[in-house]
C-alpha cells in the first residue's frame, strides 16, 4: 500500500524559511514523478513544484519560481521542498503527490499524503 | 496560466444524476486527454477518481465517469449517493514549460 508522510510544517516569519520533508512507501519511489500541491485555507487545489523521478527535472509555478527548491532522495524514499523568502500568500497545507504511473503517462496523481500546515505570519 | 473554470456549486437528490463542467483552452484540457478529477471530502486529503479523461483507477466506483469535448471536460455522478457530498476539482496537464499542471476552481456537490 502507498503511504506518504508529510512533515517540517509550522509557524513562520515572513521573510523565513522551512523545509519540508515527505517519506513514501509501499512503491518503488526512484520510478515516479512527485510533485507538491498546496491548498490555503477554504480555498482550492495549486500545483506548486514537481521533481521528475530521477530528480534531474524541476518545476515550478510562477507564484514560487526562485525561491522553492524541490529535490528528493530516492535512497531514503523522500522528497523536499525548500521554502525561503516565505510570505503571508504561501499559508496552506502542502500535500505530497506521487503520479499515476511512470512518465509519460498517467499525468495526475493517485496518492496524496495528509498534508502538513506551514502558516506565515508575524 | 489561469485556474480552470468550474460551478462553484452543483446539487441533486439522491438517485439523480449531476454533471460537472470544467473549462480550459486548448493549451490544457482541449490539448491533452489528460484530465483528472479529485474529490476532497471534509478535513481530508484529495482523491483520484479519475484520470486520462475517463479512466477510474481501481476502487472507485463506476457512478463516476468522465468524458470531454473541446476545451471542456465533465465528470458525471449517477445514482447520486449521501457520502457523494464534497468538493471535486479538475486538473490537466497543460503545454506550459513551467506551469505542467493546472487544478480547476472546485465544485461543492450537495446531496439534498
Known amino acids: 500500500e502507498v503511504h506518504l508522510l508529510e512533515s517540517g510544517g509550522g509557524l513562520v516569519q515572513p521573510g523565513g524559511s522551512l523545509r519540508l520533508s515527505c517519506a513514501a512507501s509501499?512503491?518503488?519511489?526512484?520510478?515516479?514523478?512527485m510533485s507538491w500541491v498546496r491548498q490555503a485555507p477554504g480555498k482550492g487545489l495549486e500545483w506548486v513544484s514537481g521533481i521528475s523521478g530521477s530528480g534531474g527535472i524541476t518545476y515550478y509555478a510562477d507564484s514560487v519560481k526562485g525561491r522553492f527548491s524541490v529535490s528528493r532522495d530516492n535512497s531514503k524514499n523522500t522528497l523536499y521542498l525548500q521554502m525561503n523568502s516565505l510570505r503571508a500568500e504561501d499559508t496552506a497545507l502542502y500535500y505530497c503527490a506521487k503520479r499515476v504511473a511512470p512518465a509519460p503517462n498517467g499525468r495526475a496523481f493517485d496518492s496524496w499524503g495528509q498534508g502538513t500546515l506551514v502558516t506565515v505570519s508575524s | 496560466q489561469s485556474a480552470l473554470t468550474q460551478p462553484a456549486s452543483v446539487s441533486g437528490s439522491p438517485g439523480q444524476s449531476i454533471t460537472i463542467s470544467c473549462t480550459g483552452t486548448s493549451s490544457d484540457v482541449g490539448g491533452y486527454n489528460c484530465v483528472s478529477w479529485y474529490q476532497q471530502q471534509l478535513g481530508k486529503a484529495p482523491k483520484l477518481m479519475i484520470y486520462?479523461?475517463?479512466i477510474r483507477p481501481s476502487g472507485v466506483s463506476n457512478r463516476f465517469s468522465g468524458s470531454k469535448s473541446g476545451n471542456t471536460a465533465s465528470l458525471t455522478i449517477s445514482g447520486l449517493q449521501a457520502e457523494d457530498e464534497a468538493d471535486y476539482y479538475c486538473?490537466?496537464?497543460?503545454?506550459?514549460?513551467?506551469?505542467?499542471?493546472?487544478f480547476g476552481t472546485g465544485t461543492k456537490v450537495t446531496v439534498l
Open positions: 509501499g512503491f518503488t519511489f526512484s520510478t515516479y514523478a
Open positions: 486520462d479523461v475517463s
Open positions: 486538473s490537466s496537464y497543460t503545454s506550459s514549460t513551467t506551469l505542467p499542471y493546472v
